[in-house]
Nanobody, 117 residues
Framework: QVQVVESGGGLVQAGGSLRLSCAVS????????MGWYRQTPGKQRELVAR???????NYADSVEGRFTSSRDNAKHTVTLQMNSLKPGDKAVYYC???????????WGQGTQVTVSS
Protein backbone atom coordinates (compact mmCIF):
# COMPACT_ATOMS: atom_id res chain seq x y z
CA GLN A 1 0.00 0.00 0.00
CA VAL A 2 1.16 3.51 -0.78
CA GLN A 3 0.43 6.57 1.34
CA VAL A 4 0.80 10.05 -0.06
CA VAL A 5 0.50 13.11 2.17
CA GLU A 6 0.74 16.75 1.05
CA SER A 7 1.28 19.82 3.15
CA GLY A 8 2.00 23.50 2.74
CA GLY A 9 -1.02 25.00 1.06
CA GLY A 10 -2.57 28.25 2.17
CA LEU A 11 -3.49 31.79 1.26
CA VAL A 12 -1.05 34.15 -0.43
CA GLN A 13 -1.28 37.42 -2.31
CA ALA A 14 -0.65 37.55 -6.02
CA GLY A 15 3.06 37.71 -6.69
CA GLY A 16 3.84 35.79 -3.55
CA SER A 17 5.28 32.32 -3.01
CA LEU A 18 4.27 29.05 -1.46
CA ARG A 19 6.04 25.77 -1.03
CA LEU A 20 4.20 22.48 -1.11
CA SER A 21 5.65 19.29 0.27
CA CYS A 22 4.70 15.68 -0.23
CA ALA A 23 5.82 12.54 1.54
CA VAL A 24 5.33 9.01 0.26
CA SER A 25 5.40 6.02 2.58
CA UNK A 26 4.51 2.37 2.52
CA UNK A 27 5.40 0.59 -0.68
CA UNK A 28 8.16 2.53 -2.42
CA UNK A 29 8.97 1.92 -6.08
CA UNK A 30 12.66 2.15 -6.86
CA UNK A 31 11.97 3.73 -10.25
CA UNK A 32 9.06 6.06 -9.97
CA UNK A 33 7.65 9.37 -10.97
CA MET A 34 6.20 11.88 -8.54
CA GLY A 35 4.04 14.70 -9.65
CA TRP A 36 1.78 17.56 -8.80
CA TYR A 37 -1.66 18.08 -10.26
CA ARG A 38 -4.24 20.71 -9.53
CA GLN A 39 -7.97 20.92 -9.84
CA THR A 40 -10.59 23.65 -9.70
CA PRO A 41 -14.34 23.11 -9.39
CA GLY A 42 -15.91 21.84 -12.58
CA LYS A 43 -12.61 21.19 -14.30
CA GLN A 44 -10.46 18.15 -14.84
CA ARG A 45 -7.37 17.60 -12.80
CA GLU A 46 -4.37 18.96 -14.72
CA LEU A 47 -0.69 18.25 -14.55
CA VAL A 48 1.44 20.95 -12.95
CA ALA A 49 4.83 19.31 -12.66
CA ARG A 50 6.33 15.85 -12.82
CA UNK A 51 9.73 14.57 -11.74
CA UNK A 52 11.20 11.11 -12.12
CA UNK A 53 13.45 9.34 -9.65
CA UNK A 54 16.27 10.10 -12.09
CA UNK A 55 15.55 13.81 -11.80
CA UNK A 56 13.91 14.49 -15.15
CA UNK A 57 11.22 17.13 -14.88
CA ASN A 58 8.51 18.59 -16.98
CA TYR A 59 6.09 21.39 -16.27
CA ALA A 60 2.82 22.69 -17.56
CA ASP A 61 3.30 25.68 -19.85
CA SER A 62 1.25 27.80 -17.47
CA VAL A 63 3.75 27.37 -14.63
CA GLU A 64 7.04 27.02 -16.53
CA GLY A 65 9.58 29.44 -15.11
CA ARG A 66 7.54 30.12 -11.97
CA PHE A 67 7.26 26.70 -10.33
CA THR A 68 10.09 24.33 -9.50
CA SER A 69 9.79 20.75 -8.35
CA SER A 70 12.53 18.85 -6.57
CA ARG A 71 12.74 15.58 -4.74
CA ASP A 72 14.73 13.72 -2.14
CA ASN A 73 14.86 10.06 -3.12
CA ALA A 74 16.30 8.99 0.23
CA LYS A 75 13.38 10.55 2.10
CA HIS A 76 10.76 9.80 -0.55
CA THR A 77 9.63 13.38 -0.63
CA VAL A 78 8.90 15.89 -3.35
CA THR A 79 8.39 19.63 -3.13
CA LEU A 80 6.83 22.23 -5.35
CA GLN A 81 8.17 25.75 -5.00
CA MET A 82 5.64 28.16 -6.42
CA ASN A 83 6.76 31.72 -7.12
CA SER A 84 5.04 34.68 -8.73
CA LEU A 85 1.69 33.17 -7.93
CA LYS A 86 -1.33 34.36 -9.86
CA PRO A 87 -5.04 34.21 -9.02
CA GLY A 88 -5.34 31.61 -11.77
CA ASP A 89 -3.12 29.29 -9.73
CA LYS A 90 -5.84 28.93 -7.13
CA ALA A 91 -6.76 25.26 -6.91
CA VAL A 92 -6.52 22.15 -4.84
CA TYR A 93 -3.08 20.69 -5.43
CA TYR A 94 -2.58 16.96 -5.37
CA CYS A 95 0.60 14.98 -5.07
CA UNK A 96 0.81 11.68 -6.87
CA UNK A 97 3.27 8.88 -7.41
CA UNK A 98 3.42 5.79 -9.53
CA UNK A 99 5.87 3.21 -10.70
CA UNK A 100 7.75 4.61 -13.68
CA UNK A 101 6.56 1.78 -15.91
CA UNK A 102 3.18 1.51 -14.24
CA UNK A 103 -0.24 2.97 -14.79
CA UNK A 104 -1.65 3.11 -11.27
CA UNK A 105 -1.40 6.51 -9.65
CA UNK A 106 -1.50 6.94 -5.89
CA TRP A 107 -2.92 10.25 -4.73
CA GLY A 108 -2.75 12.40 -1.67
CA GLN A 109 -5.76 14.09 -0.15
CA GLY A 110 -4.97 17.46 -1.71
CA THR A 111 -4.04 20.83 -0.28
CA GLN A 112 -5.77 24.12 -1.02
CA VAL A 113 -3.84 26.99 -2.56
CA THR A 114 -5.61 30.33 -2.69
CA VAL A 115 -4.13 33.39 -4.37
CA SER A 116 -5.77 36.73 -3.71
CA SER A 117 -5.56 39.57 -6.21
Amino acid sequence: QVQVVESGGGLVQAGGSLRLSCAVSGRIFSNNVMGWYRQTPGKQRELVARITSGGSTNYADSVEGRFTSSRDNAKHTVTLQMNSLKPGDKAVYYCTTRKLSGTTNYWGQGTQVTVSS
